[in-house]
């Protein structure tokens, strides 16, 4: 019997924390100089670094919101590991 792991219908998808073998640190960056994002993130606490990408986020459009957050998240990335010097992992 295949259990169906999907949430009901309207309901948000939940995932179950994973717990790895060995122990990491993430580091969270903030890809934005949005006083108000950096404000949302020490409200709830989180430690963060903010880096600043010097693309043109007006230049990359989709018409799904969802897709252009990720194009856009990808593109900082790509520039900050290039401005680190490890573009080879892209």
């Known amino acids: ?5 999907s949430p ?7 995932f179950k924390p994973v717990t790895v073998g060995v ?11 949005s006083v108000a994002r950096k404000h949302i993130l020490e ?14 986020e007006k ?8 897709d252009l957050v990720m194009v856009l998240a990808e593109a900082k990335v790509s520039v900050f590991l290039c401005q680190n010097e490890d573009c080879s992992t892209l």
């Open 59 to 66: 230049a990359i459009r989709r018409e799904n919101p969802d």
């Open 23 to 33: 122990a990491c640190r993430v580091q969270l960056i903030l890809g934005s100089s």
């Open 8 to 14: 009901p219908a309207g309901q948000p998808q939940r």
């Open 1 to 5: 019997m295949a259990l169906d792991s």
């Open 43 to 56: 409200e709830m606490g989180l430690e963060f670094q903010v880096m600043t990408a010097d693309i043109d």
